[in-house]
């Protein structure tokens, strides 16, 4: 943070002690160069951050950072705007400037809050090659898969539309950890398409013996919405709900 601070603090001080504007337009290049950095990080960050929620979460509704996209665009647009009332400081500017800056951190303010839940979640190491991991003999990682199996293969736990790693975890008396360790390990896929794949199977045999509409079966089937099932089950399965209805009653 210190770091980050002084990139802008060390040329407004060196323009401020020599009144040279050499500093001044370095500040506001610094500022530009900086802005548009990482925005071009967050294009590699942010479906890095979308890989890690697919190992914690059976759902992606809310949860996911494409606002973030949409927040460093206004961000560079705010950007562009600081940079023109420095060179060319004026009351109309100045007054857009301000405005959108509000807006902006206010919209921010709203999405950070409500991912808080999300980051509570990941506030421990996503990576099953952790050492903590790595200390699970193969005995406990059968034992935990045993566990895991009855949960989803008995109970249908997948059908919880909100199910998460730590539910599991707290079902069987385990840590996430150890979950995700198994999910990436044993089962060799993401806890999203391991949960996905149970809830596409159920659907599609309510799809084949009733005559339900499609947003009851997403709900029954533990869907948080009727597109987010159309599109996982079109991933899957390629081809619709519709369409895989009327090919297996033809």
Not at 46 to 70: D, G
Not at 182 to 199: G, M, P, Q, S
Request: charged share 20%; net charge negative; aromatic share 16%.
């Amino acid at each position: 943070i210190v770091f980050h601070e002084l990139l802008f603090v060390v040329p407004f001080v060196l323009f401020a002690i020599t009144g040279d504007i050499v500093f001044y337009y370095a500040e506001v290049l610094e500022a530009a160069i900086y802005g548009i950095g990482y925005a071009m990080w967050t294009v590699f960050a942010i479906p890095k951050y979308h890989a890690q929620l697919k190992q914690r979460f059976s759902y992606t509704e809310n949860i996911n950072l494409n606002w973030l996209r949409v927040i460093f665009v206004s961000f560079l647009f705010i950007l562009v705007l600081w940079i023109v009332d420095c060179m060319r400081a004026d009351y109309a500017t100045e007054a857009l400037y301000m405005t959108s800056s509000l807006v902006v951190w206010m919209f921010l303010s709203y999405f950070i809050y409500r991912h808080k839940s999300v980051l509570d979640e990941l506030s421990d190491s996503t990576c099953a090659d952790t050492p903590e991991a790595a200390e699970v003999t193969e005995t406990e990682m059968s034992e935990i898969g045993k566990r895991i199996s009855y949960l989803f293969d008995k109970e249908q736990i997948f059908l919880n539309p909100n199910l998460k790693v730590s539910d599991i975890a707290a079902a069987i008396g385990t840590n996430r950890t150890y979950v995700s360790a198994f999910f990436n390990r044993e089962a060799d896929c993401t806890f999203y398409d391991y949960v996905n794949k149970l809830r596409i199977e159920y659907a599609c045999k309510l799809l084949v013996s009733s005559d339900e509409s499609i947003v009851l079966i997403a709900e029954k089937s533990g869907f948080n919405s009727s597109q987010s099932f159309i599109r996982v089950f079109s991933k899957i399965k390629h081809t619709s709900p519709t369409k895989y209805r009327k090919q297996q009653n033809d």
